[in-house]
């Protein structure tokens, strides 16, 4: 018996002309709002800051519109907010995808509830 399921894979992003919106920015908004921090949200990541205040700021300036407010460190310490636009982007973004997971889901439990039935998958392809 297999132990092994088949299970719906599907990736989501809002395109607005060239920029792109997906799991990559919507995961690096996410971190800076939880760390407040731009380093940190980069380094989860594993993405350099550079990389990460690059895609930031090229997605502002596509959209018009600012996602975050960074303050420069120093004595006093620094920090970055997410913007109201930025919070709102992340709760519309992840609402969206939590509703695209769960019609996948339902289409898929629709069309291949049954697909337990099958064996094993090959281990190597036969032609």
Known sequence: MSTKALMPGFRVWLKYGDVVIGEGLYELLEGIGASGSISQAAARMK???????????????????????????GRMGGGTHLTPEGEDLLRRYGRFRSEVAASVNQSFQKNFHDMSLWGDPPTSAQG
Do not use: N, P
């Open 47 to 73: 993405m350099s800051y550079r990389q990460a205040w690059d895609k930031i700021r090229r997605t502002e300036k596509r959209i018009g519109v600012c996602l975050i407010s960074a303050k420069a460190g």
